[in-house]
Structures are given as C-alpha cells and as structure tokens.
C-alpha cells in the first residue's frame, strides 16, 4: 500500500566516480526483452515435488548476481532495460546546451551533466557542505535546532524525524500533515537492538568514523563521535516501532492540536519549526508515533549540545555523499552497498546519477521518456485487461458466501467508486521554478528537494488533487491508493515480463493480470479493508464478517511465516501480510479471468510449447518473481521489506489454489504442498 509524498526526495547513495557521458558501447547494448521463456525451465526438476524450481531453474543457473546489483530477478531485468532506455535520453539531452532555460530538455540535461561533471565534483570535495556546517556550532536553543531541521528537511537533509504530507486517513478529501518516526542511519530498529546484527553495528559504527576522519577529524576524536552518534540513535531506535506495527494505519493515526502537540514534547520549538518550513495556517498535525516524539523531545533536552552537533554533522554527510567526490561517495557505498547489501562494486556512474534525477525531476524526466517508449496501444490493451479483472472481482464480493448482506453492501459501494490510471498523469508537472546549474550537483537535488518540499507545504488542509500520481511514468511498479480507491499502473511496468503485446493471454493474465488483481485487492486486504467508499479510515465491517477475515487471514499468516528465506531466519509472515493477501487475490482473479476471456474467445484455446494456457497462467507468474539473492541484502529485505522475498511470491499464491493442483498435479511430499485444510481462501 501507498505510503506517499515526504517533504525527503530519495538521495541514493552510490559511488566510485567517473567523468563525461559515455555512450553505450557495442559490449553494453540494450539488454534483451526479458520476457516469458520456456528456456527457463528447468526440466530436470519434477514439477510435482518442486514447481518453482521447475518453472525457474534454468534462469537461476545461468544469472548470478552482476557484482553491482545486490539482487537479480525477472523483475530488475526489466529495471536495467528501462534504465537503459532512459541513459540513451539522457546522454541526448545532456549535450544540449541551446534548450531554452527553463525547458524540461534544459532542466533534465543540465541535471544529468551536474552528477556526471565528476572533475568538478573532485575539485569540489566537502566545499558544498561548508556553510551548513558552519552553523553546527552555532546552535543554542531548541528554536535554533528546529530552524536548522526544518531547513534541511525542506532540502532533503534526514534526520531527528520524518514528515509527509498525504490526504487525512479520516478525512481523505484535504491534505494534512503527518509528523513520523526517523533519524536513524541503519535501515531498521532491529539493526541497532537484535543480536543478529552487531557486526553490521560495528561496521556502522567503523564507518561514521571514517567519514569523520575525511571531514577532517583526528581518528580518536572521529571514534568518539561515532560512538555517540550510535549511543543516541539506539535511544531512538528502541522507541521506533516495528515495521509490522507500521503497517496498522488505525494505531499510527493520532491527529493532534497544535497546543496537544506542544504538550506531547514541550522542549521541541515547533512553532519556529513550521515557519522555517513554510507551513502557514497549521491547526493540526497527524502524529504517527506519539511515544517515539516524546522520546526525541526527552533526548533534546539531556542529551548534550555537542552530542547533537556530532549527530546532525553525521547525518548532513550521510544525506549528501552521493552528490560528493570520490572518497565520500565510495566510503558511502562500501557500507551502505557492500556491508549492508553484499553488492561488490556500485552500479555505473550514469546509472547512479539518473535514478537521483529520476527522484527531483522525476515528471520531467517521465515526459521525454513517454514520447518515445509509451505506445498506444499499451494503454488500450490494460484498460480491456483492467475492465476484465474488475469484472471478476465484483462478481466475488457479489457472489461471497462468508460475508454478510450489510457488509457486501459497503465493500460494492467501495468497489463501484474505484478508479484506475495508466501509463502517465495527464498533466506533467511543472519544474520550471527550479533553478539547475550544470556545476553545482547537489545544489540542484536540495532545490529540487525544497520545491517539492514547498508545493507539498502549500497543499496542507486543501483539497486533494486526484489527478496526481504518486510514481513517475518510468518507474516499474505498481500502487492502490487507499485515500483515492485507485490503482496505478506506470508506463515502465507495461513492459515484459509483466506485460507482453507479442504474446499470449495466459502469460499476460499471468503476469500484469495477476499485479492487476494484486492492486485491486489491496483494497480488500488487512489495512486497505479499513478504507471505505470515501477513502476514509472507517470500520464498516460488522463484527463476525471482520472475526471472519481474521480467521481466513491466519492461514496466510501461517503459511509465509514457515518459509525460511535463510537459515535460521523466516519470513515475517505479519509484516509481508497485506502483500501476501494481494498475491493470493490477484492469482485467484487473474485465473478467473483468463479462463473468462477463453471461453469468450474459444480459438485463444491453444497448447504453446507442450502446455496448456492453465499451465502457462502458472508458469508465467512464477516466472515473474524468478530471483537469485546476495545474502546480506536477503537479510535485509526479511527486516524491512513489506513483500515476501520472490522464490516465496512465485509459488506462495499457487498452492493455496484447486486451480494449480487441476494444472499442475502436486504430490504431497512436496515441501510446497497445502492440504485443503490449509490452504487460505479470503477473495
């Protein structure tokens, strides 16, 4: 589910730098269309014992991990193509220089030569955060502090807390602001508190130093910093929640006055706050973790000002070392990359440089890369698709036995205001305001960062803008909307494996079918379920309906929760649950579909390379989720990620089907099998 816009633009850290604009050579050509193939088969395997290795295997064997991804799968497959197609716009419209100022093709290729003007950058070193750390030793008072936060959250600098703003889960028609819990520099809680992860505590800590000492710091007075950087952090850390508490939109909702929120943490100065962020007319705010403000507010006031100054100077260089020479960017990615994600080497310069762009001017970018890799009848394909899945869906929710005539009633009225949107926003935004300076890299991500930051700003307590996309037209993915009741499908996912003009319906019911029926039913799943018509937090379900989708809820629970990604470590099957429920959904859906649009259209009946389109439906999304892992990032995902790692999603949802065992006969000694009993049926 969408959790959307934060006044913090995504800065990726990356790393040992180059200069100019190499073009693609003849060894680094577009990557292969990486479709549907019954070459990735592994025949050797019985699909009867082990499907997923059956319908995978092959493509496991013969695709390692490349030494800069930290994992690799169908779906990245298609991400390196997509970026491919990308590099070629940027390489174009980075030696322009005659655009007009101003222009989306000035504006982007300006970007575009700032991160990859390296020289520059190496000339430049730390420089750029000269007057920012200038005013570390200046701070006196908590007013200071928050002058100095709200300065650098508008500009995309992290740390202390998080905010966004997004429609008022209780009154979805008008943006509100939302105050959440951050400012650590691990990935998770459980980095900084569970056993499993002290060496990485230790690295972290080894790395804060490093940085320190190229800042300038002797290596005693770097150590020393360091270790109270961590000591403050872990304080933070052990009164974040965890990410499975995160996802209960009910218990992280907690809409507060403004003198309510002066009372929860009367040391924090938040009416300087928002007037340095440029948030006027505040009544309220959402509150997503009271316990971990007051925390933060207790922490303000005993921990010592030079404790903070070694805190905010930390996460100052943390938030910047991507737009940084060499020495800070590679340190960066020697932890963040290598420790945390097993990734050998960083990705390419052009790559690194394009998805920050892609992340600041992000429908600037979406607008050249639409006219060109957008096709028409791409669009015209997904709406027939979408139509047909909804259909299916709706018959459900008509037609299901377990739940009751009252709450039927409330799920088709939800159901019947949902919406859809394909491709790109109608309307590209407007970055014209934003001034690019082909010198100046990280002064060009800080004011992207703040434009956004102020546009988001002006929209508190106004009504929402459903024409707006929360993804930019490029990326490869998906979302639901809860405020809204729609789902979104950006033009770079419209692309295979997901999505196939050139091949058969089975593979496409298979694939964009099934993430169709996934983003409908995160509607329905354990949060989306506490969204009604209006895309309000509302509970409309009667009591034995919801102990009823509990009940049904469980045996998902249960079932990914056995899954050992690692040994020793296990899915967490309540963290993964809302993706688990849609995986279920949509595969569910999806088959009805296709076997809707068969009977339709009975000469689309056609065994393709030995298999029948039921079996090609299974073959296809295990396909989709085929992956090879780098240990450390698998470790990572199991802590962080809210979906199942991919060898689970591409057989979790089968076996839970009569449909599969129909298609595919499953022997029961199987370490996949379900019984009947066992197997979940929610949608």
């Not at 050249?368 to 299916?392: C, D, G, Q, S």
């Not at 300076?437 to 009504?463: C, M, T, W």
């Given at each position: 589910m969408l959790r959307s816009l934060s006044f913090r633009l995504p800065v990726l850290a990356a790393l040992a730098l180059t200069s100019g604009f190499p073009r693609l050579s003849a060894a680094e050509s577009l990557p292969?269309?990486?479709?549907?193939?019954?070459?990735?088969?592994?025949?050797?395997?019985?699909?009867?014992?082990?499907?997923?290795?059956?319908?995978?295997?092959?493509?496991?064997?013969?695709?390692?991990?490349?030494?800069?991804?930290?994992?690799?799968?169908?779906?990245?497959?298609?991400?390196?193509?997509?970026?491919?197609?990308?590099?070629?716009?940027?390489?174009?419209?980075?030696?322009?220089?005659?655009?007009?100022?101003?222009?989306?093709?000035?504006?982007?290729?300006?970007?575009?030569?700032?991160?990859?003007?390296?020289?520059?950058?190496?000339?430049?070193?730390?420089?750029?955060?000269?007057?920012?750390?200038?005013?570390?030793?200046?701070?006196?008072?908590?007013?200071?502090?928050?002058?100095?936060?709200?300065?650098?959250?508008?500009?995309?600098?992290?740390?202390?807390?998080?905010?966004?703003?997004?429609?008022?889960?209780?009154?979805?028609?008008?943006?509100?602001?939302?105050?959440w819990q951050g400012g650590l520099g691990l990935p998770d809680r459980d980095y900084y508190l569970a056993e499993g992860f002290s060496e990485q505590r230790d690295e972290y800590r080894r790395h804060i130093a490093r940085m320190f000492q190229l800042l300038g710091d002797s290596a005693a007075a770097a150590q020393a910093a360091a270790e109270r950087v961590v000591a403050l952090e872990t304080e933070l850390a052990k009164t974040s929640r965890s990410r499975t508490d995160l996802r209960d939109d009910e218990k992280n909702y907690h809409k507060l006055s403004l003198d309510a929120l002066d009372q929860l943490t009367p040391t924090l100065n938040w009416p300087a706050y928002f007037r340095a962020a440029g948030i006027r007319g505040l009544e309220s705010v959402i509150v997503g973790q009271p316990e971990f403000f007051k925390e933060l507010n207790r922490l303000a006031g005993e921990r010592d000002g030079a404790v903070w100054a070694d805190?905010?100077?930390?996460?100052?260089?943390?938030?910047?070392?991507?737009?940084?020479?060499?020495?800070?960017?590679?340190?960066?990615?020697?932890?963040?990359?290598?420790?945390?994600?097993?990734?050998?080497?960083?990705?390419?310069?052009?790559?690194?440089?394009?998805?920050?762009?892609?992340?600041?001017?992000?429908?600037?970018?979406?607008?050249?890369?639409?006219?060109?890799?957008?096709?028409?009848?791409?669009?015209?394909?997904?709406?027939?698709?979408?139509?047909?899945?909804?259909?299916?869906?709706?018959?459900?929710?008509?037609?299901?036995?377990?739940?009751s005539p009252a709450t039927r009633q409330e799920a088709l009225k939800k159901f019947d205001r949902f919406t859809h949107k394909i491709g790109h926003p109608d309307t590209f935004r407007d970055y014209s305001g934003v001034?690019?300076?082909?010198?100046?890299?990280?002064?060009?991500?800080?004011?992207?960062?703040?434009?956004?930051?102020?546009?988001?700003?002006?929209?508190?307590?106004?009504?929402?803008?459903r024409g707006e996309w929360e993804m930019t037209p490029q990326t490869v993915n998906a979302y639901f909307n809860p405020a809204l009741n729609e789902i979104v499908f950006p033009a770079g996912i419209l692309q295979p494996p997901f999505f196939d003009l050139e091949l058969d319906d089975a593979v496409n019911y298979g694939a964009i079918g099934v993430v169709i029926g996934h983003e409908i039913t995160h509607g329905y799943d354990d949060q989306g379920r506490k969204f009604d018509a209006?895309?309000?937090?509302?509970?409309?379900?009667?009591?034995?309906?919801?102990?009823?989708?509990?009940?049904?809820?469980?045996?998902?629970?249960?079932?990914?929760?056995?899954?050992?990604?690692?040994?020793?470590?296990?899915?967490?099957?309540?963290?993964?649950?809302?993706?688990?429920?849609?995986d279920l959904g949509g595969t569910s859906i999806a088959f009805e579909a296709l076997q809707r649009a068969l009977a339709k259209d009975p000469a689309k009946r056609k065994t393709i390379d030995g298999f029948t389109p039921e079996q090609r439906f299974f073959l296809s999304l295990a396909q989709l989720w085929r992956v090879n892992w780098r240990e450390a990032e698998l470790q990572r995902r199991l802590v962080v990620d809210p979906h199942s790692p991919g060898q689970f999603r591409g057989i979790g949802p089968h076996v839970n089907l009569p449909e599969f065992y129909a298609a595919w006969p499953q022997s029961e000694q199987s370490p996949w099998f379900r019984k009947p009993a066992e197997r979940a049926q929610i949608w």
């Open positions: 292969a269309v990486p479709r549907f193939s019954t070459n990735y088969l592994n025949r050797a395997a019985d699909p009867a014992l082990d499907f997923y290795q059956f319908a995978t295997g092959s493509w496991q064997k013969q695709n390692p991990v490349p030494g800069d991804k930290a994992r690799w799968s169908g779906f990245d497959e298609l991400q390196e193509r997509n970026w491919a197609l990308i590099r070629s716009l940027l390489d174009s419209v980075g030696r322009e220089v005659t655009a007009p100022v101003g222009s989306v093709r000035r504006q982007v290729g300006d970007f575009y030569a700032s991160a990859m003007a390296t020289n520059r950058l190496e000339q430049l070193a730390f420089s750029p955060l000269d007057g920012e750390l200038a005013r570390l030793p200046a701070l006196r008072t908590p007013e200071d502090a928050m002058n100095l936060l709200a300065d650098w959250h508008r500009r995309g600098i992290g740390a202390a807390f998080g905010l966004y703003v997004q429609p008022d889960a209780k009154n979805s028609s008008v943006y509100a602001l939302h105050l805190y905010l100077r930390w996460h100052l260089v943390r938030s910047s070392a991507e737009q940084l020479h060499a020495a800070a960017a590679d340190e960066s990615f020697r932890f963040y990359g290598t420790v945390l994600r097993g990734q050998p080497r960083p990705e390419p310069r052009w790559q690194r440089s394009a998805k920050v762009l892609d992340g600041s001017l992000g429908e600037a970018l979406g607008s050249l890369y639409v006219a060109e890799h957008f096709p028409p009848a791409a669009k015209v394909r997904m709406t027939e698709l979408i139509a047909n899945v909804r259909a299916v869906f709706r018959d459900r929710l008509t037609q299901l036995a377990w739940m001034v690019i300076k082909r010198e100046d890299y990280l002064g060009n991500v800080q004011r992207a960062h703040e434009f956004e930051s102020r546009r988001q700003a002006a929209r508190i307590g106004k009504p929402v803008a209006d895309g309000n937090l509302r509970d409309w379900w009667s009591a034995a309906d919801g102990q009823e989708f509990d009940r049904r809820v469980q045996k998902v629970v249960d079932q990914y929760g056995a899954y050992e990604a690692l040994p020793g470590k296990k899915v967490n099957g309540q963290l993964t649950l809302g993706e688990n429920i849609a």
